[in-house]
C-alpha cells in the first residue's frame, strides 16, 4: 500500500482539568495554542471518545502540524478525569528551556534510568513528558511518542507492513521504531507483559496522507482482518475546511487517524485568535459549579 506523502500530525489526549492542563502546557513546556474550536455533540470519528456531548478540542505545540508534532486536547464538558492504562509512555521532546522553566516553578523532574540527560515531567492527567536537555537540528522539539505492545511481532507486521511505515534500525532488544521520514517525530513500541490497556485515557495518533489514498488504505486493512474503528467519513469544523478520515485500530487497539492532506492542511493553520478563544472558553465554563451544586463531576476512573 502506498502512503507516500504521509506525514505524523498529533497524539489526543483527553482532559479533565482544562484550566490546570493549559496552564502546564503552556508555562512549563513552552507551547503555543494553536487552534481552539468548542463543538455542542459529539464527533461523529470519536475524537472526543465515546461521549455525545459538549467538548472542545484544543491543538498545542510549538508550531503548525505542517512541521510540527502536536498535541490536541479534548476535554469533555463534566467529566473531571481519566483511568489511565499501560497503552501510552508519553511524549519525548528536546528543550533544557522546559526543564528550567519546571525547575523555576518548584516542579520536580525525575531523571529517568538508563536514558542519560533525560528526565520526565508528569502533567495534569497523569501524562508524562520526557525532556531531552540535549540540543537537536531538528526544528522541532517534539522527538518520539512512545506506546505500548504486547507483541512486537504483530506491532511491526502492522504498521510498517500494512500501514508502510519504515522500520528504524539499532533499537535496543523490547524496542520498535518506525517513521515516515526522518524530519517526523518517531512512533516508538516497547513491549510489555500481558495485554495493553487503553482504559478510559487512551488516546490517538494522527497521521495526513493524500486524500485519495484513504479508501485504499482502509480496503487494505480490511482485506488484511484488522479493525476500522470509523471508516471514510467528512468531518465538518463549523466555519472552516472539511476533512476526510479513516480511523483505525493496531492489534493493541491502539486508534489511528488518516485525515486527508489537502483539507487538512487549510484546516490546521495556525490561528492567531486561538489562545483567546481558549481563555474566553475557560472563563465562561461554569461546569464546576454547576456540577458541585449536582453531586459532582462525572469521573472515568
Same mark, same amino acid.
Given at each position: 500500500?502506498?502512503?507516500?506523502?504521509?506525514?505524523?500530525?498529533?497524539?489526543?489526549?483527553?482532559? /479533565?482539568?482544562?484550566? *490546570?492542563? *493549559?496552564?502546564?502546557? @503552556?508555562?512549563?513546556? &513552552?507551547?503555543?495554542?494553536?487552534?481552539?474550536?468548542?463543538?455542542?455533540? /459529539?464527533?461523529?470519528?470519536?475524537?472526543?471518545g465515546p461521549y455525545d456531548g459538549k467538548?472542545?478540542?484544543?491543538?498545542?505545540?510549538? &508550531?503548525?502540524?505542517?512541521?510540527?508534532?502536536?498535541?490536541?486536547?479534548?476535554?469533555?464538558?463534566?467529566?473531571?478525569?481519566?483511568?489511565?492504562?499501560?497503552?501510552?509512555?508519553?511524549?519525548?521532546?528536546?528543550?533544557?528551556?522546559?526543564? *528550567?522553566? #519546571?525547575?523555576? !516553578?518548584?516542579? $520536580?523532574?525525575?531523571?529517568?534510568?538508563?536514558?542519560?540527560?533525560?528526565?520526565?515531567?508528569?502533567?495534569? /492527567?497523569?501524562?508524562?513528558?520526557?525532556?531531552?536537555?540535549?540540543?537537536?537540528?531538528? @526544528?522541532?522539539?517534539?522527538?518520539?511518542?512512545?506506546?505500548?505492545?504486547?507483541?512486537?511481532?504483530?506491532?511491526? #507486521?502492522?504498521? !510498517? &507492513?500494512?500501514? /508502510?511505515?519504515?522500520?528504524?534500525?539499532?533499537?535496543?532488544?523490547?524496542?520498535?521504531?518506525?517513521?515516515?521520514?526522518?524530519?517526523?517525530?518517531?512512533?516508538?513500541?516497547?513491549?510489555?507483559?500481558? @495485554?495493553?490497556?487503553?482504559?478510559?485515557?487512551?488516546?490517538?495518533?494522527?497521521?495526513?496522507?493524500?486524500?485519495?489514498?484513504?479508501?485504499?488504505?482502509?480496503?487494505?486493512?480490511?482485506?488484511?482482518?484488522?479493525?476500522?474503528?470509523?471508516?471514510?467519513i467528512s468531518l465538518d469544523t463549523p466555519? @472552516?475546511?472539511?476533512?476526510?478520515?479513516?480511523?483505525? #485500530?493496531?492489534?493493541?487497539? =491502539?486508534?489511528?487517524?488518516?485525515?486527508?492532506?489537502?483539507?487538512?492542511?487549510?484546516?490546521?493553520?495556525?490561528?492567531?485568535?486561538?489562545?483567546?478563544?481558549?481563555?474566553?472558553?475557560?472563563?465562561?465554563?461554569?461546569?464546576?459549579?454547576?456540577?458541585?451544586? =449536582?453531586?459532582?463531576?462525572? $469521573?472515568?476512573?
Amino acid at each position: 500500500m502506498s502512503t507516500s506523502g504521509s506525514r505524523a500530525l498529533h497524539y489526543v489526549y483527553k482532559i /479533565g482539568d482544562r484550566t *490546570a492542563t *493549559a496552564k502546564f502546557y @503552556k508555562d512549563i513546556l &513552552g507551547m503555543k495554542v494553536l487552534r481552539h474550536e468548542e463543538f455542542t455533540s /459529539g464527533c461523529d470519528a470519536a475524537c472526543n471518545g465515546p461521549y455525545d456531548g459538549k467538548w472542545s478540542k484544543t491543538m498545542i505545540g510549538y &508550531g503548525c502540524e505542517d512541521d510540527h508534532f502536536v498535541c490536541e486536547l479534548t476535554y469533555n464538558y463534566g467529566i473531571s478525569d481519566y483511568k489511565q492504562g499501560n497503552s501510552f509512555f508519553g511524549l519525548y521532546l528536546n528543550s533544557a528551556e522546559v526543564l *528550567a522553566r #519546571a525547575a523555576a !516553578a518548584g516542579i $520536580s523532574a525525575t531523571p529517568v534510568p538508563g536514558e542519560d540527560g533525560v528526565k520526565m515531567l508528569d502533567a495534569p /492527567g497523569g501524562y508524562k513528558f520526557f525532556v531531552n536537555e540535549g540540543k537537536s537540528a531538528r @526544528k522541532d522539539p517534539v522527538y518520539k511518542i512512545a506506546l505500548a505492545s504486547s507483541d512486537l511481532s504483530a506491532t511491526s #507486521a502492522y504498521w !510498517a &507492513g500494512l500501514l /508502510g511505515l519504515r522500520s528504524l534500525s539499532g533499537c535496543p532488544d523490547g524496542v520498535a521504531r518506525f517513521s515516515f521520514s526522518d524530519d517526523q517525530a518517531t512512533l516508538e513500541f516497547r513491549q510489555i507483559d500481558g @495485554k495493553v490497556d487503553h482504559a478510559k485515557a487512551g488516546g490517538r495518533v494522527a497521521f495526513s496522507c493524500p486524500s485519495s489514498q484513504l479508501k485504499s488504505i482502509e480496503e487494505k486493512v480490511k482485506d488484511a482482518g484488522h479493525t476500522i474503528l470509523t471508516p471514510f467519513i467528512s468531518l465538518d469544523t463549523p466555519g @472552516k475546511a472539511t476533512v476526510q478520515v479513516v480511523i483505525l #485500530a493496531d492489534p493493541d487497539g =491502539h486508534e489511528i487517524c488518516f485525515v486527508g492532506d489537502e483539507g487538512f492542511r487549510e484546516l490546521s493553520q495556525v490561528d492567531p485568535a486561538a489562545d483567546a478563544l481558549l481563555s474566553k472558553a475557560l472563563q465562561e465554563d461554569q461546569s464546576d459549579s454547576w456540577f458541585a451544586e =449536582h453531586g459532582g463531576k462525572q $469521573s472515568e476512573n
